[in-house]
């Protein structure tokens, strides 16, 4: 993979986020899968087939530090990205970065421009950043490469605000998504901007607690049981404090066997 200088671009009026088909003035520095994403930044393994993702996909830095020989060792790059997440862990991509390269284990970088071979992106703001739509974004889960919608809950948006009923009564037409204890599961929605907070609660047995969240992922409990969870989202202004442009709540329910 080449390391090399890529000069800034004058900041395009949209802030599309284009599929790979795009083309840029020079050829993409990095080409890879997607391993993790946080806020601000996504762990990319470069140059590697999709049968060596599925291999790796569930190791720790750690892992890839201690167990893998120089001569085995996996080329990694953590690229710092203001929209990292939009990403999901398994997203194919390509990426122009801006500047030089970190050459530590994972190499460090900061990305220029990052796009997702699996889809376009597109924002969805006005100039005011006011957001798109009647209503909020769907969203989904994901696990094991498949999808599963979730019921929109309570919102804000720029038509008004909309009160629904309490989370299990909100879900008794669905039947609950079967999950094997501690599995990953992924949230997504496919909508620019991502909602820049978000919090995760779950019911079981009228019992409410919250649960951690890993970027956009968490785990599956161990417990066997029916577990309901609301998702809350908040795209929240990223200059004014206790801003919110629109908020919303997605609900599904979870049964572990």
Known sequence: MKRVLIFAIPL????????????????PDVEGYVLKTDKDRVLVAEDISSEKFEEIKDKTVSE????TSQQDKLELMFIDYDDAGKFEKGNKIKAWLDGGVN?????????EKISDCNGTFSNNTDENGGLSGDSPPSAYIKMNNKKYDTKLGSYCWKTGCVDKVGLV???????PIQVQAGE????????????????LSQ????????????????TAPKEKGIYYYNYSVWWMDKE????????????????VK
């Open 169 to 175: 009564e909100l879900l008794k037409d669905r039947e």
């Open 203 to 218: 019911i079981i047995n009228d019992k409410k607690t919250n649960v951690e969240l890993k970027g956009n992922q968490f």
């Open 184 to 199: 990953s599961i992924t949230f997504g929605m496919e909508y620019t901007p991502k909602p820049n907070e978000v919090h």
């Open 240 to 255: 004014k404090d206790n801003v919110s442009h629109g908020d919303a709540s997605y609900a599904f329910v979870l049964e």
């Open 103 to 111: 050459d530590s284990y994972p190499a460090q970088a900061k990305g």
């Open 64 to 67: 890839f530090r201690e167990h």
């Open 12 to 27: 395009l009026l949209s802030l599309s986020l284009f599929g790979c088909g795009t083309d840029m003035d020079s050829n």
